[in-house]
T-cell receptor, first 114, second 112 residues
């Protein structure tokens, strides 16, 4: 069974430029998470989807970040414009349901803003 | 708000030493508890989980954890570590609303 797939693995952009990350969750997983992981820190939730609905986006900086999950499968996370402080690893995870199941993580996208 | 505290930022052990990593959470309701591991250059992987039942849970690679409800703790243990256990370990709590909150992680370095 394929795991959670993210692309790209690495991205280097100049500040003020836009950037997008893509995630393909495990087939059949209704719940999808985007996490931000800074160096030396644990993952911090940005947004959680149940199917195509964003049920928790309270931690998403909506002035520059946006996300979508069309058809309740793949998801994209966008930053526009990027700032130096956005340099981090962006993790996607999925689970069968939000409760009583484990989340499976992708490899992450390491973003460097210069 | 829910939170997870991991007491140790960096633990250094020699091979065959015993390991215990602390994890405390703040959440009054029913929780699911997890330990994830991140080996160098790899993605987060589940070590073990607790949903209900026996508070002593066993995971992969000889790891176990004990849920102590009265102490809001879910400490990770291994009787004898190996060099290959060098990794970063994250405790996480899943609440009834479906959110999954992580601690800041503990880096484990095992000297051969």
């Amino acid at each position: 069974e394929a795991g959670v797939v993210q692309s790209p693995r690495y991205k280097i952009i100049e500040k003020k430029q836009p950037v997008a990350f893509w995630c393909n969750p495990i087939s059949g997983h209704n719940t999808l998470y985007w996490y931000l992981q800074n160096l030396g820190q644990g993952p911090e939730l940005l947004i959680r989807y149940e199917n195509e609905e964003a049920v928790d986006d309270s931690q998403l900086p909506k002035d520059r970040f946006s996300a979508e999950r069309l058809k309740g499968v793949d998801s994209t996370l966008k930053i526009q414009p990027a700032e130096l402080g956005d340099s981090a690893v962006y993790l996607c995870a999925s689970s069968l349901s939000p409760r009583n199941t484990e989340a499976f993580f992708g490899q992450g996208t390491r973003l460097t803003v210069v | 708000a829910q939170s997870v505290s991991q007491h140790n930022h960096h633990v250094i052990l020699s091979e065959a030493a015993s390991l215990e990593l602390g994890c405390n959470y703040s959440y009054g309701g029913t929780v699911n508890l997890f330990w994830y591991v991140q080996y160098p250059g790899q993605h987060l992987q589940l070590l073990l989980k607790y949903f209900s039942g026996d508070p002593l849970v066993k995971g992969i690679k000889g790891f176990e954890a004990e849920f102590i409800k009265s102490k809001f703790s879910f400490n990770l243990r291994k009787p004898s570590v190996q060099w290959s256990d060098t990794a970063e370990y994250f405790c996480a709590v899943g609440g009834s609303q479906g959110n999954l909150i992580f601690g800041k992680g503990t880096k484990l370095s095992v000297k051969p």
